[in-house]
């Protein structure tokens, strides 16, 4: 059974030293790339592809790793963006059966993240973006955004919202007191990752992001990252907000999910029962979450569900996903 992954990781030493050189930079998370990690990430070639081998993984979609450019100078993350991406194109020339790509964007330049996007979707045949929520104090929902928004819709390519550490001062009011490490881990993988990605999801909701832009596709890791087990709670919001739609339908409508390397047939039962079969997507969340022995794969063929929905877990979904770029141009062009 083919398996494409979409949430596997690489970081370029261009990016680290442009985090090591910002007042921000990765927030203390580069901590958690050092080392065997960090190696990991680095390499495009032969180890990845052993290892990928060894998963029984068939694609990565590549990814630039959390928090990507987002807390970066407007003009370096623009070049950063740019040759980030071009390598990414040559890694796929180079192993075309092997590779496909998500864009880095240069957040802190919205203009300019939605051009460059067109970019790669256009010149380099990316399948979409992969973006951290929010730009330090503004949420993916800031009117800055909306010509991001708009040109992923119209290219009809998915973005893939990622976590990454909450702010300063809700690091200090919820996730400390621990200790450095404790709290790091609190504020990251623990749970604050997920809160803070889930929650830039229901507030495009919210803002009417996808009454606007109803053929906008996002991607949420983690089965969901939080918000796919609460949407019970969440549907109450429909009674005070002012949406076309209620706001379960954004979920089965405009969201599909991944499980990130959590390998829980619990989750994916959920998360089959919110958005439904046909929009679910492996990942295994490279280097962070590899275990040797297959346990991705294994997971997939045990799963509780009908082979032909096995197939498109592993690959179908996610080539029905970004077809419709294709699709759409051809019947644009008729």
């Known amino acids: 059974m083919k398996i494409i992954s979409i949430e596997e990781h690489f970081l370029t030493r261009s990016i680290h030293a442009a985090w090591d050189a910002s007042p921000i930079g990765a927030e203390g998370t580069d901590l958690l790339d050092q080392g065997e990690m960090g190696r990991m990430l680095e390499d495009l070639g032969d180890g990845r592809l052993a290892l990928m081998d060894e998963s029984g993984i068939d694609v990565q979609v590549l990814s630039v790793t959390t928090p990507g450019l987002h807390n970066l100078e407007p003009e370096e993350s623009i070049q950063l963006a740019r040759e980030t991406n071009d390598l990414i194109a040559t890694t796929i020339a180079k192993y075309p059966t092997r590779f496909q790509g998500f864009a880095v964007l240069p957040m802190a330049a919205p203009p300019e993240a939605a051009s460059e996007l067109q970019r790669a979707v256009e010149h380099l045949r990316f399948r979409g973006a992969m973006v951290c929520g929010r730009v330090r104090d503004k949420n993916l929902d800031h009117p800055d955004f909306i010509p991001l928004l708009r040109t992923a819709a119209e290219q009809r390519v998915p ?76 549907k109450s919001l429909t009674r005070v907000a002012k949406l076309e739609r209620p706001v379960e339908d954004y979920f089965r409508q405009n969201l599909y999910v991944t499980p990130s390397g959590m390998w829980s047939q619990e989750y994916l039962k959920r998360a089959v029962n919110v958005v439904g079969q046909e929009r679910i997507l492996f990942s295994s969340d490279y280097p962070y979450q590899y275990r040797p022995g297959q346990p991705g794969r294994s997971f997939l063929l045990s799963a509780d569900l009908s082979q032909e929905a096995k197939e498109a877990f592993a690959h179908g979904n996610w080539e029905k996903l970004t077809n419709r770029r294709s699709s759409h141009a051809k019947s644009s062009s008729l």
């Open 159 to 234: 973005l893939f919202i990622h976590p990454q550490i909450p702010q300063a001062s809700v690091r200090v009011d919820l996730y400390s007191g621990f200790g450095e490490l404790v709290d790091l881990a609190f504020a990251t993988f623990g749970l604050g990752w997920h809160y803070e990605a889930g929650v830039q999801f229901v507030r495009l909701i919210l803002a009417g992001a996808f009454d606007r832009f109803p053929d906008l596709q996002i991607i949420l890791g983690h089965w969901g990252e939080v918000v796919l087990f609460y949407l019970e709670r969440l």
